[in-house]
């Protein structure tokens, strides 16, 4: 179960309205507004105004007090507007991250004094515990930081940190070890090694990471930064100059007067880019937010529009395409043999293989057969497994039990005197084309035959898959089984490549490879062996039931561990830079209109030619100028649902893409301003009437 996220969530609850209010107006300090210059240059136009204002309260002044306090206290509006779509956006994470909070409860901690001596421990707060320190985790406890299971296997509930209401298994040995403080073990016991110090677990991260007190802005982001400031600076210089040019001009033509410091001010905040660099700030964030609710931690909001650009997203079969613990479905004799003869002997090869696999041999067996099964016999020698035999097994009295790949059994084999079953190849062959792992079973020198372990690939990811096929990603899977299975599981998960037998190194060399081809690459992954590829790849996701060295290697973490989520993941790194550019079109394209509103409004007095611009029909010039500067402080709160909820994004080509959104928001963007800037000159045109008494109230 995913998360659910409260009704404080939603955009505009009450509670979260009058927070973000709050912080709006303290974000109004120069020293903290500077981060966003094109703002800052409206605020001191603001507070221009409001000195002008002051000025016509005490003397005589050019403008009316009416007129300057109304342009100054709109200006004002406008600059509160973007303070408060960035608290707006900031408080939706805070939100979420209070909720986190409630799993940092103080807790102890049952330390060791050696990672063997279960019996030997000390009693220590969460907070005393430091990188390398081991603890023992009994049932009903609280993991008291994060780390990695070194002993043993457990049901945790993770609830608080993935919402997931099922627990889930965390044991040593595998890609599923890693546990995270302040969930809590169910059933078992685990020793856990702490591998991080306090105040650096993955839940403070988590916490800091979504109020989005760190967030650093992308570069994409800090080039639409840079070409708002260069449009803002030629705006300012042109209305810098306009007060002699338009002085030196009345006073030769003889006729009108100067332009205002009210009117140049409300010319220079019109003609800038005020809506997309009010909204910028609350873009990221809430690309942050949206993330999150998808129950995915982004490190950084770089990774998140990387992924945006993603070209080939290379896959980790287990525990990503396939759910990572293979099965035990089947016992297949080789000729002349019999399958309980089969059982038996991975059975005894089995008893003190401790993974899962192993466990899922014995539990066929039994199931099967109902072969008793109760710990390594007395007196057996145990034979892990290792990477250089490529088998696992004991030794009972004289006899040898093993099981594992195909030639290193028979190699086994034939050094006690064995010979190869006719039919093994084939055997073998068969397992393998089916998607599944053979496991080919010895006893002594006569092999038996082999079990058949069963990748089960995740459910709806051949959908998931097709989609991201639809929106031009190459998806590759990589996995270190031989190429037969590798196909095999291939066609059933409906990728488009894949690499088997990889090694790390293969992995990275793969990245690197698409890299230099100019392809933007991520990648999703859970195990040690992924961290050095996972850190090469632009976007780096790894799954939360991973392994440590993966999730530290990485930019996003998902904690649902559901490598499709990837999709989700592009799909709003494609909203946040769409939405940015979109709102960048139609930022632009509003000043068109408000060229023929305010302009002819400013210099129709000394150049009444400029009167033909007046193509809306504006009432007046202070209307004029009133209804530009009314229009482009109230488009801004309007604009915030969607630059906090993103542009809707649908598989398309790029071509049909962008003519959709020119359409949408460049033609949009035009017509808009000239709707509702004339909307508004009618209204105030109304509001005087009343307020001359010409209508009735």
Request: charged letters at 20%.
């Amino acid at each position: 179960m995913a998360h659910r996220q409260p009704a404080s969530a939603s955009i505009f609850a009450p509670g979260l309205l009058l927070d973000a209010l709050a912080e709006s107006l303290k974000k109004l300090d120069p020293r903290l507004l500077w981060r966003n210059p094109v703002m800052l240059a409206v605020e001191i136009a603001s507070a221009a105004t409001l000195a002008a204002f002051g000025y016509s309260l005490i003397g005589t002044a050019a403008e009316p007090a009416w007129f300057t306090g109304t342009v100054s206290a709109w200006l004002w509006l406008t600059v509160l507007f973007s303070t408060f779509a960035e608290a707006l956006a900031e408080g939706r994470g805070k939100a979420r991250a209070a909720s986190l909070r409630q799993a940092r409860t103080a807790v102890t901690a049952k330390r060791l004094a050696a990672p063997d001596r279960v019996d030997a421990y000390t009693v220590v707060g969460a907070e005393a515990l430091r990188r390398g320190d081991y603890i023992l985790v009994e049932p009903g406890e609280l993991i008291a930081g994060d780390g990695e299971v070194t002993a043993g296997a457990a049901l945790v509930n993770e609830a608080p940190v993935t919402g997931e209401s099922a627990p889930v298994v965390r044991e040593s040995g595998g890609d599923r070890s890693a546990v995270t403080g302040g969930t809590t073990v169910i059933a078992n016991t685990i020793v856990v090694r702490i591998t991080v110090n306090p105040g650096e677990t993955f839940l403070d991260r988590m916490i800091t990471l979504i109020e989005g007190a760190q967030r650093r802005k992308t570069p994409n982001e800090t080039a639409l930064e840079v070409l708002l400031i260069s449009l803002t600076l030629v705006f300012l210089l042109v209305c810098v100059n306009l007060g002699p040019l338009s002085a030196y001009s009345a006073a030769a033509s003889g006729q009108g007067r100067p332009v205002t410091l009210t009117v140049l001010a409300a010319l220079f905040v019109c003609l800038a880019p005020t809506t997309i660099a009010a909204l910028l700030p609350a873009i990221g964030i809430a690309g942050m937010d949206r993330l999150f609710r998808k129950n995915v931690i982004a490190l950084s909001g770089r990774a998140i529009e990387a992924a945006g650009d993603v070209n080939v997203l290379l896959l980790d079969k287990t525990g990503t395409i396939t759910h990572g613990n293979r099965e035990a479905v089947a016992f297949v004799p080789m000729a002349g043999q019999a399958e309980e003869e089969v059982a038996r002997a991975a059975l005894m090869a089995s008893l003190a293989d401790e993974t899962p696999e192993g466990r899922s041999v014995v539990g066929l067996a039994q199931q099967c057969f109902g072969l008793a099964a109760s710990g390594t016999p007395e007196g057996a020698t145990v034979v892990p497994f290792s990477a250089a035999t490529r088998l696992s097994g004991l030794d009972l009295d004289g006899m040898p039990y093993r099981k594992g790949a195909a030639d290193a059994v028979v190699a086994f084999a034939g050094g006690l005197g064995g010979s190869v079953p006719r039919d093994l190849d084939n055997k073998v062959a068969a397992i393998a084309h089916a998607g599944a792992t053979p496991l080919v079973v010895c006893r002594g020198p006569e092999i038996l035959g082999a079990v058949n372990l069963k990748d089960i690939v995740k459910s709806g990811i051949q959908e998931r898959f097709r989609k991201l096929g639809s929106m031009g990603i190459k998806t590759v899977m990589i996995t270190g089984d031989n190429p037969l299975t590798a196909a095999a599981i291939a066609a059933e998960a409906e990728v488009d490549d894949f690499l088997a037998e990889a090694r790390p190194e293969d992995k990275l060399r793969l990245i690197k490879e698409h890299q230099e081809a100019g392809l933007m690459v991520a990648m999703t992954g859970d195990g040690t062996n992924d961290a050095p590829a996972l850190a090469q790849a632009d976007v780096a996701v790894a799954m939360n039931t991973g392994t440590q060295a993966a999730r530290e290697a990485a930019n996003i973490i998902d904690l649902d561990s559901n490598p499709t989520k990837l999709l989700d993941i592009v799909e709003i790194g494609k909203q946040i830079l769409m939405t940015r550019g979109n709102l960048t079109t139609f930022s632009i394209a509003n000043d068109i209109a408000k060229y023929f509103a305010i302009v002819p409004a400013s210099l129709a007095a000394i150049y009444p030619q400029l009167g033909a611009l007046n193509v809306m029909g504006l009432a007046s010039p202070r209307s004029a100028i009133l209804s530009a500067v009314i229009f482009n402080a109230l488009i801004i709160p309007l604009l915030v649902p969607l630059a906090l909820k993103g542009t809707g994004f649908k598989p398309m080509p790029a071509e049909r893409l962008l003519i959709r959104n020119l359409l949408l928001y460049g033609v949009g963007g035009m017509v808009a301003p000239f709707v509702g800037i004339k909307a508004i000159d009618l209204g105030l045109g109304l509001l005087l009437h009343f307020l001359q008494g010409t209508v009735a109230p």
